[in-house]
């Protein structure tokens, strides 16, 4: 019924994501958001030496990066994806800044997306 | 500016993110608003689930859960350089409602999707956001073939709060998509500064 409509088969594999985290599903520290920036700290690595996944995320967020368009970017899960990004984190890879929430109540800025809203 | 997480995090300003939430039963046409409004991508998420139907009393951890991967809604609109509208599909299951909390966290507001031929499924998140205090309009679907009802004889039949819009839309048009998103911010402003007038300084 209702189940299969999910699409737990057609999503594809989770095991190969999840051996990149050495079988952890969890981050460690803070909930990273889905809207969370992300930006390469620009330490210089050796690339060879990296996951090819650590070398992706570095290049994907020259530029800050929300969560969730980084996980769509890289096809990955976004759980796995937190993960990379704890242990990215822990290593000076990458910096994350979580949103400011205190934006969301700024009338002038909502009238400019409601405007902007009204032209598309 | 302070931030929540500020452990040497002094990024070079990015864009400001919105979140809007897209939920309603399933079938109601959340992914078909969210496809006809805006540009939208892959995202998937997987979370380790417990089997409600076995082990309920005896799971003690991870091991004992099995992992899946679910498919969400997920489109952004770039408004301007710096800013960028983003939308997230709920789950519809109640399977995965501990993903509700995660969404509604920091979001602007919600749409509820509703189809008049099951009104019912939209209860729930209703029910969610009135709970959460999370500012909603109610998006009444016209599916072909569907009869149709007037705005508020779904707002009588969904039991809304005075003032929740509730506005009639055929998701698979993008001006009617775009027109759904415009009436939940510009409630959104209109709560914000109705909470101002009653709270003076």
């Known amino acids: ?120 | 500016m302070p931030y929540a997480n500020s452990d040497q995090d002094a990024v070079a300003d990015g864009p400001v993110s919105i979140k809007i939430l897209i939920a309603g039963g399933f079938g109601a046409g959340k992914t078909t608003l969210v496809a006809s409004v805006s540009e939208i991508k892959p995202l998937r998420t997987e979370e380790a689930l417990s089997e409600p139907s076995v082990l309920v009393d005896t799971l003690d951890g991870v091991e004992d859960k099995t992992t899946t991967t679910v498919a969400m809604d997920f489109g952004r609109i770039t408004v301007r350089d710096d800013l960028v509208v983003y939308l997230f599909g709920t789950p519809g299951q109640h399977r995965f409602w501990f993903m509700w909390d995660e969404l509604a966290l920091g979001a602007l507001g919600a749409v509820v999707m509703a189809d008049t031929r099951r009104l019912a499924d939209s209860f729930p998140s209703v029910d969610y956001f009135e709970r959460r205090g999370l500012p909603f309009v109610v998006a009444v679907n016209c599916f072909d073939g569907a009869k149709r009802y007037h705005a508020e004889t779904v707002r009588a039949a969904l039991d809304l709060t005075a003032g929740i819009p509730v506005v009639l839309c055929d998701a698979r048009q993008r001006t009617s998509s775009r027109d759904v998103l415009v009436t939940l911010v510009e409630y959104a402003i209109r709560l914000i500064s109705d909470s101002e007038v009653m709270t003076p300084g």
């Open chain 1, 1 to 120: 019924m209702r189940g299969d409509q999910w699409l737990d088969r057609s999503a594809g594999p989770v095991v190969r994501p999840y051996a990149l985290t050495g079988g952890r599903t969890r981050p460690t520290g803070e909930t990273i958001d889905l809207l969370a920036l992300v930006s390469s700290t620009g330490a210089t690595v050796d690339e060879l030496l990296l996951e090819p996944e650590y070398v992706a995320v570095i290049r994907q967020c020259r530029q800050p990066k929300p969560v969730a368009d980084l996980a769509s970017d890289l096809d990955l899960p976004l759980g796995v994806v937190r993960i990379l990004l704890s242990d990215m984190r822990e290593h000076g890879l990458v910096m994350i800044r979580q949103p400011a929430r205190n934006r969301l109540t700024d009338p002038k800025l909502l009238k400019d997306v409601a405007d902007a809203l009204r032209k598309l």
